[in-house]
T-cell receptor, first 115, second 117 residues
């Protein structure tokens, strides 16, 4: 079945460092891909998404490009801030798999940024 | 719009008791999803509704679990005869489904954290 594998954490970086969180997926159809973020004590928020191959999603300085050839959707940010400390989830939605757009999540990567 | 709300935010219960959670979606969102998240894991799909119809249930949803969305607005998730393994965060999400379908954005509530003693 469909699945998402993402980089295990925790990841600890200094402020202004470059961030990459790796994510690969397996899907039977043509999924949409997402990154969700969960800040401490808050609910899941959609960070960015891409709905077809070669699309780039971006938001708040974060970017991810839908790579069909490598089945990847890596999250990047050029200069992280302390406020980026959170848990990041890579996810997919594959309507071809069922009638629902249910989301399949990776296990999450905890990111901590040192001042 | 105040977003998706869930009540209660926390619930502690004894094994064998029944619990019920409520989710209020964003108004006019026609789809509502329930997910379960255990510690250190990503959320897992449980079930979803389109308007008042429950259209899919995960194999994770045992017979002790039941969900309703009687008027196509708020939804309830009931767990009967709770077990310690039911301890988790229960998340609700809503979305506006269009005929395009793919890539619809789900907006999540803050979750209800359940602890079964």
């Amino acid at each position: 079945g469909d699945s998402v594998t993402q980089m295990e954490g925790p990841v600890t970086l200094s402020e202004e460092a470059f961030l990459t969180i790796n994510c690969t997926y397996t899907a039977t159809g043509y999924p949409s891909l997402f990154w969700y973020v969960q800040y401490p004590g808050e609910g899941l928020q959609l960070l960015l998404k891409a709905t077809k191959a070669d699309d780039k999603g971006s938001n708040k300085g974060f970017e991810a490009t839908y790579r069909k050839e490598t089945t990847s959707f890596h999250l990047e940010k050029g200069s992280v801030q302390v406020s980026d400390s959170a848990v990041y989830f890579c996810a997919l939605s594959d309507p071809g798999y069922s009638s629902a757009s249910k989301i399949i999540f990776g296990s999450g990567t905890r990111l901590s940024i040192r001042p | 719009d105040t977003g998706v709300s869930q009540n209660p935010r926390h619930k502690i219960t004894k094994r064998g008791q029944n619990v019920t959670f409520r989710c209020d979606p964003i108004s006019e969102h026609n789809r509502l999803y329930w997910y379960r998240q255990t510690l250190g894991q990503g959320p897992e799909f449980l079930t979803y509704f389109q308007n008042e119809a429950q259209l899919e249930k995960s194999r994770l949803l045992s017979d002790r679990f039941s969900a309703e969305r009687p008027k196509g607005s708020f939804s309830t998730l009931e767990i009967q005869r709770t077990e310690q393994g039911d301890s988790a965060m229960y998340l609700c999400a809503s979305s506006e489904f269009t005929t395009q379908g793919a890539g619809e954005t789900q907006y999540f509530g803050p979750g209800t954290r359940l602890l079964v003693l």
